[in-house]
């Protein structure tokens, strides 16, 4: 089953925390220019010691670039999602103007915020949700954005929130709490306007529902709940897609996967989640195929043994 294992949650989460604290704190002393330098030895490092990453990484461009994948294909791999964790500290603070963000699709928001209620908004493990993030709250009309994210398991990022900007974490929906407190929490923001941001590519739990797709020519199960809590609001869902093209350029891709509106039977329900699961992870196919060093699910995606 394609699924995050614990064992796997607990090594990146004390990984990852010792690294964004590193890199944070570089960006604050030295600035980005230089900061971007300091990444060149610490990716080499990963990429000499990383076993798994460095595994998961030629599992993934194998696919992904159809071509026999050389140590630099990975060493680029892993400096693309370096890259995107340094910017996560101007994006956490709004120090947005550094950057030369492209945005796509951003009128899809104008029928949502007149409607007055909200949207699920979903994402990948693909490129920066944080940059994504920042696109969808620039607007004029002061859009609504609210992130569902697992507080049990992100004692790093939550650290690295409030350290540069503690009022971000307002926005969080804890994804951790109970099945029914979270459906009713998601309902309660769309309601009052705001538009919902989730990412749709891992299962994360093994009491999840989920459905197959097809990814990169070969089955994978992702979550239906997002799909079934759309089929049950009757709420519109978007795509957000936001990859580093390398440099201070993000290019930020907004899509409508499913207008809402239309009433969906509970026997219907499983049938709209997977049929509207595979169209989801055929944008994000898309978009990694154009961006391929963008992806970081740094696991076996594709592996039964490496997940359980």
């Known amino acids: 089953m394609h699924r995050v294992s614990e064992e796997w949650r607990s090594y990146q989460e004390r990984g990852s925390g010792f690294w964004i604290r590193v890199v944070f704190w570089l960006g604050r002393c030295l600035g980005r220019p230089l900061t971007r330098l300091m990444l060149w030895p610490i990716v ?38 370096a890259s995107t ?26 029928s ?39 507080l049990s398991h992100g004692a790093a990022l939550n650290a690295a929130l409030r350290s540069v900007n503690p009022a971000l974490l307002d926005l969080v ?5 109970a099945s029914t407190e979270l459906g009713l929490a998601i309902r309660d923001a769309i309601e009052e306007g705001c538009v919902v941001g989730l990412m749709a590519d891992r299962v994360n ?22 799909w079934l809590l759309a089929a049950v609001l009757r709420v519109p869902v978007l795509l957000g897609i936001c990859t580093f093209e390398g440099g201070r350029r993000y290019q930020v891709n907004f899509e409508c996967l499913h207008p809402g509106g239309q009433a969906i039977g509970s026997r219907q329900r499983m049938a709209f989640a997977q049929q509207q699961a595979q169209a989801y992870m055929a944008r994000v196919e898309h978009y990694a195929r154009r961006s391929p060093y963008n992806w970081f699910n740094f696991y076996r995606y594709w592996s039964d043994e490496a997940q359980v």
């Not at 964790?85 to 104008?110: H, M, P």
């Open 173 to 177: 929906i804890d994804s951790s709490q």
């Open 85 to 110: 964790i340094l910017d996560r500290l101007y994006f956490y603070t709004d120090d947005q103007g550094v950057f030369d963000v492209c945005v796509q699709g951003a009128e899809l928001f104008d």
């Open 44 to 81: 080499s490092y990963f990429v000499l010691t990383g076993r798994d990453a460095r595994q998961a990484s030629r599992d993934y461009l194998r696919r992904v670039l159809d071509r026999p994948v050389r140590r630099g294909d990975i060493w680029r791999h892993l400096h693309v999602f």
């Open 205 to 226: 739990s093994p009491q999840e529902k989920t459905v197959t797709v097809e990814f990169f020519g070969e089955s994978v199960r992702v979550p239906a709940t997002p």
């Open 112 to 150: 949502i915020t007149r409607s007055g209620r909200g949207a699920l908004l979903l994402s990948a493990h693909l490129g920066s949700f944080d940059a994504m993030r920042g696109a969808a709250q620039q607007r004029e009309d002061n859009l609504s954005l609210r992130v569902l994210m697992d």
